[in-house]
């Protein structure tokens, strides 16, 4: 059974950092495009990050490239989004998921239940 558990979210201030952790268990990391997108109630889902099974490639929406970092840890079965210099818009609900299309960061197949990241002062 596919299942993605998304942990580490919660609220950080401005300039703040969290690290968003996906445990997954089902399937193997090193086969698959994982990453994360977002939905802030009244815009749009937002692909936010994917690493490559194959090579490890990372690639990143341009609102958060240079402040947010995907890993994986395939010892783990778990991929990590660190991420840095919050601001306020980054407010969503993330969601860790198994992409189709990884370098457009687009195609979600599956994903977890999602999990609050608030940025505020």
């Known amino acids: 059974q596919v299942q993605l558990v998304e942990s580490g979210g919660g609220l950080a201030q401005p300039g703040g950092s969290l690290r968003l952790s996906c445990a997954a268990s089902?399937?193997?990391?090193?086969?698959?495009?994982i990453g994360w997108f977002r939905q802030a109630p009244g815009k749009e889902r937002e692909g936010v990050s994917c690493?490559?099974?194959?090579?490890?490639?990372?690639y990143y929406a341009d609102s958060v490239k240079g402040r947010f970092t995907i890993s994986r840890d395939n010892a783990k079965n778990t991929v990590y989004l660190q991420m840095n210099s919050l601001k306020p818009e980054d407010t969503a609900i993330y969601y860790c998921?198994?992409?189709?299309?990884?370098?457009?960061?687009?195609?979600?197949?599956?994903w977890g239940q999602g999990i609050q990241v608030t940025v505020s002062s």
């Open positions: 998921t198994i992409y189709s299309y990884c370098r457009e960061i687009q195609g979600p197949r599956f």
């Open positions: 690493i490559s099974g194959s090579d490890g490639n990372t």
């Open positions: 089902g399937f193997t990391l090193d086969y698959n495009a």
